[in-house]
């Protein structure tokens, strides 16, 4: 019989967990081992006979540690990451510990509860529709998914085609137009839907990775039939984002109820929580759906996606579910969210946003978005005023860099090795990518903990490694 050690198990775990938390800022933000000295270390045959939990969850707390990244130091800049919030993660693990299947209200009423009206804050912090749908999924991956699949039947719909009876096969074509600098999960979710990756016509993007809206009206000049409109809150490299009210117009001037415009604003659309940032997301509020992520700007831990859906109707369409062994569902105002996520197993991944929304209420959710994006700011800034360093992209709270090679030889190349080195020193981990041709290196903004002190770290760390760098690059 297995034995009840929920105080010994919890306990280990809580002392583990406060020795992580407590020791980010002291410790080197990248991971001391790779992936192959990982799997050495916690390799091994299959136990034939188990230890006690309380040793399992020491062991655990005593392996992992060497292979982790120090997400939630407030010197980590790689990706769109943001640190969970003490409240979030709390609210996590009772989450874990009620163990409720969230999928329908009636036989989960507490979780179910609580994530409508976490849905109905982000509705309100983020001024969309409030009658718009909100379905918590794992993150912008399943959020664009969604939002696309109830697009995708939604413009059919416009076409007397059923796609939840009939499939795709006979369908009228979906015509899909997306910026020449989507984030690569729209392509996915195309593949995901029958769609077709490679399908999307692509609309040129300006210089800070903007779709322009001339270029989309010129596209929808040429379409006929149902079109699904993807645009971006949050350039994942400069952070820029999509004169929103202008493709707005050019997808109402279409005048057709089978054309569909969908935000992908996994991060940047948490700017229109804030006053001072609200404006660059102006007409945001137009759009069909949007996608975005809890886990990055509200700092919940992972998985939190929201896909949200101004036309609830045909959200519920694509992803709604019934069986005779499940619950009918009750009072329509009472939402199941097995109705709008394409789960019917699922956590309660909505409880850690009340949680956060609550602790931070609207000033606080605008102060942390403000505080980033000064944070960025003081980043482009003394990185700008560098000798050697450009600025290539900055907007909200990303920003991209680049170091030039003081002889002329490789910029690119003398890029990488700044990277190389920053992130093995470890004072801070920004990421590396390619943007409009030119290697750079990205500076995402998106910690709670991220004070001045962590910038001007992270500012000295690349600034040594741009003067070690250059004194031994290759003639």
């Given at each position: 019989m297995l034995?009840?050690?929920?105080?010994?198990?919890?306990a280990a775990a809580a002392g583990a967990a406060l020795e992580w938390l407590d020791g980010l800022d002291r410790r080197p933000v990248g991971p001391a081992v790779d992936a192959a000295g990982m799997l050495a270390a916690v390799a091994g045959p299959l136990p034939e006979r188990g230890d006690g939990a309380v040793v399992v969850v020491r062991?655990?707390?005593?392996?992992?540690?060497p292979g982790l990244m120090a997400t939630g130091s407030g010197r980590?800049?790689?990706?769109?990451?943001?640190?969970?919030?003490?409240?979030?993660?709390?609210?996590?693990?009772?989450?874990?510990?009620?163990?409720?299947?969230?999928?329908?209200?009636?036989?989960?009423?507490?979780t179910t509860m609580i994530e409508q009206v976490?849905?109905?804050?982000v509705l309100e912090l983020l001024d969309l529709p409030r009658s718009a749908s909100v379905g918590f999924v794992t993150g912008g991956q399943a959020a664009n998914?969604?939002?696309?699949?109830?697009?995708?039947n939604g413009v059919l719909a416009a076409h007397g085609w059923d796609v939840e009876r009939d499939g795709l096969q006979g369908a009228p074509r979906v015509h899909v137009v997306a910026g020449a600098e989507r984030h690569d999960t729209i392509d996915v979710a195309l593949r995901a839907l029958g769609l077709g990756g490679r399908t999307a016509r692509v609309a040129a993007a300006d210089g800070a990775g903007r779709m322009e809206p001339r270029a989309l009206e010129a596209i929808l000049a040429r379409l006929e039939g149902p079109v699904i409109v993807c645009a971006q809150a949050g350039n994942v490299n400069g952070g820029g984002v999509d004169p929103l009210d202008e493709l707005a117009d050019a997808v109402d001037a279409r005048g057709r109820a089978d054309t569909w415009l969908h935000v992908d604003g996994a991060f940047g659309l948490w700017g229109r929580a804030a006053p001072r940032r609200r404006a660059l997301l102006a007409g945001a509020e137009r759009a069909h759906s949007w996608a975005t992520d809890a886990h990055k700007?509200?700092?919940?831990?992972?998985?939190?996606?929201?896909?949200?859906?101004?036309?609830a109707g045909a959200h519920r369409r694509a992803m709604g579910v019934r069986a005779a062994y499940l619950p009918e569902g009750g009072d329509a105002a009472l939402r199941d969210p097995v109705d709008v996520t394409p789960e019917l197993s699922r956590r309660a991944r909505g409880v850690p946003v009340w949680a956060a929304i609550r602790h931070l209420g609207r000033e606080g959710v605008a102060e942390l978005v403000e505080r980033c994006c000064a944070m960025a700011d003081r980043y482009a800034a003394r990185l700008g005023a560098a000798p050697g360093a450009e600025v290539l992209g900055r907007c909200l709270n990303q920003v991209v860099v680049r170091f030039r090679d003081p002889a002329g030889?490789?910029?690119?190349a003398h890029t990488r090795r700044v990277l190389a080195q920053v992130q093995r020193g470890g004072e801070c981990f920004p990421s590396g990518t390619v943007w409009r041709g030119a290697a750079g290196i990205r500076i995402s903004v998106c910690n709670w903990r991220t004070d001045a002190a962590d910038v001007d770290r992270g500012v000295a760390a690349m600034l040594a490694a741009h003067r070690a760098g250059a004194a031994v690059s290759p003639g």
């Open positions: 034995e009840a050690d929920y105080d010994g198990c919890l062991e655990l707390a005593a392996l992992a540690p980590f800049h790689g990706w769109v990451i943001g640190g969970a919030l003490p409240v979030a993660i709390a609210a996590d693990w009772l989450v874990s510990a009620w163990d409720q299947n969230s999928a329908m209200a009636e036989p989960f009423p507490a976490a849905g109905d804050w998914t969604v939002c696309l699949a109830a697009a995708r700007w509200l700092n919940t831990p992972y998985d939190c996606g929201m896909a949200i859906c101004a036309d030889r490789d910029d690119d």
